[in-house]
């Protein structure tokens, strides 16, 4: 089994700064993509960015520039730098990830955190 421990969340004003990480442990043989998502009440979970196991980016258009994500797979530890931070980045982000288990595994599984809380005040 694999767990993934979210970490970092909290309460911001508006215009500072937050670093989240996500800790993946467990039966790990490789980790393919990473990704963070964020969720308000009422709305879908929506990615706001995600890594390759090769250090390829991609952001939601509304966080470009202002967030970074990376990795350290060394760690199995993914992170997200969030800057200039604005109300509407509030919400639960987790962290999702396609994970092997074995090298005999002939597939990725996926797998969620729990989520951490990011507020955001104006």
């Known amino acids: 089994q694999v767990q993934l421990v979210e970490s970092g969340g909290g309460l911001v004003q508006a215009g500072g700064s937050l670093r989240l990480s996500c800790a993946a442990s467990?039966?790990?043989?490789?980790?393919?993509?990473m990704e963070w998502y964020r969720q308000v009440p009422g709305k879908q979970r929506g990615v706001v960015a995600g890594i390759s196991n090769t250090g390829r980016t991609n952001y939601a258009d509304s966080v470009k520039g202002r967030f970074t994500v990376s990795r350290d797979n060394a760690k199995n530890t993914m992170y997200l730098q969030m800057n200039s931070l604005k109300p509407e980045d509030a919400g639960v982000y987790y962290c999702?990830?396609?994970?092997?288990?074995?090298?005999?595994?002939?597939?990725?599984?996926?797998?969620w955190g729990q989520g951490t809380q990011v507020t955001v005040s104006s």
């Open positions: 999702n990830a396609l994970v092997k288990s074995s090298v005999w595994s002939p597939t990725f599984d996926e797998y």
């Open positions: 467990g039966s790990i043989f490789s980790i393919n993509d």
